[in-house]
């Protein structure tokens, strides 16, 4: 099955969940009775909890709410 991970925010192969969260592929196809990896990124620019929507929909009607959750606790400066 093709199933499509929709936000509304999506650029080329990736989707933006918030200012937090990025997911990908954007479009990824399941043979029947295998799963698929979702990579999602957490990179938030300040402390604190996140959490974002995902859906995903696929060519067989299917559709799966999820939700991302990440929490930074400490910033750390680096030097060049």
């Known amino acids: ?19 937090s969260f990025e997911a990908r592929p954007v479009m990824f196809d399941i043979p029947a009775g295998q799963t698929a990896l979702l990579d999602v990124l957490f990179a938030p ?5 996140f959490s974002e929507s995902l859906s995903i929909i696929c060519d067989n009607c299917h559709v799966r709410h999820l939700t991302v ?3 930074l606790s400490m910033l750390v400066a680096v030097a060049c």
């Open 45 to 49: 620019r300040f402390i604190g909890e």
């Open 1 to 19: 099955m093709r199933c499509v991970c929709l936000q509304s925010v999506a650029t080329v192969g990736v989707v933006r969940l918030g200012d």
């Open 69 to 71: 959750t990440g929490m």
